[in-house]
């Protein structure tokens, strides 16, 4: 990695320095502040690149799709080791897959790589249906860094997929990619995927690392895509309710990581006897049973 980076802004870094965390001061990402709020800090220091000497990155085949998708749509190519294999079961295989992660790309089977290809060209087919100005990931920057300090001296640091450029559209916005093996329905995906993922989190930290460099105000849309046949997408923003619920979470996230850093304590679950009260729900399934057994 290069030298750490003093300066709050917008910097174009490579994605391996960004998620390493290229910031002077170990900095908050908006994946740390869900981490905090739904598990604990002692996981957020886990999860974290500079405070875990043992930190390693995260490798998961099931995302390996959406991760080459995303750059070939974004940035027009992939960091990608295509393998002409049915699977990863013989050596050969498995030999390419290791090396090619060890050298920074993502391996994919053939077939994998085809079913990159028909995403990425259903979703430049879809999108200019919308009535958007400007078109998702058209007249901008891809995989823009934004690193800014939050009044209590807490640094954060976000990278945004596509960050449109200002004068392109009446409003200032930010296209965010996502895909899904589940449906990209907008009901169905804000329903079962949104906040299970932390994207309201995710959206309110950038908007607000945005405006804290800029002075100005974005718009946030996610192009959610399904990553089967017909590959069908979706663009979704988020209603100001949700921000501003999302602002309060990452506000709680910031005190709470300001403590932990100024006291070097990153405490797991609460050091005491924590008792499970009866919920609602149990009661009445446990009364019904009676019921119809006793009918």
Known sequence: MNEPIATDGIHAIAATDYHGDPCEQPSLSAGLVSILLNQSPRHAWYAHPRLNPDWRPRVDQKFDVGTVAHQVLLEGQGRVVIVEADNWRTKVAQETQAEAREAGYTPLLAADWQRVVAMVDA?????????????????????????WHEPNGVTCRALVDWLHDPSSAAVRCVSDYKTTSASANPEAWTRNTLYRIGADVQVAFYLRGLERLTGERYDWRYVVQENFPP?????????????????????????LWQRCVTTDSWPAYPERVCWAELPAWEEARWLEKEAREAA
């Open 231 to 255: 590959y069908a997408l979706s663009v979704i923003s988020l209603a100001p309710s949700v921000i501003e619920l999302a602002n309060a979470k990452i506000d709680a996230a910031l005190d």
């Open 123 to 147: 979703a430049r087919e879809q999108l200019p249906r919308w009535d958007l100005s400007p078109t998702p990931f058209t007249r901008g920057k891809p995989e823009q860094a934004l690193i």
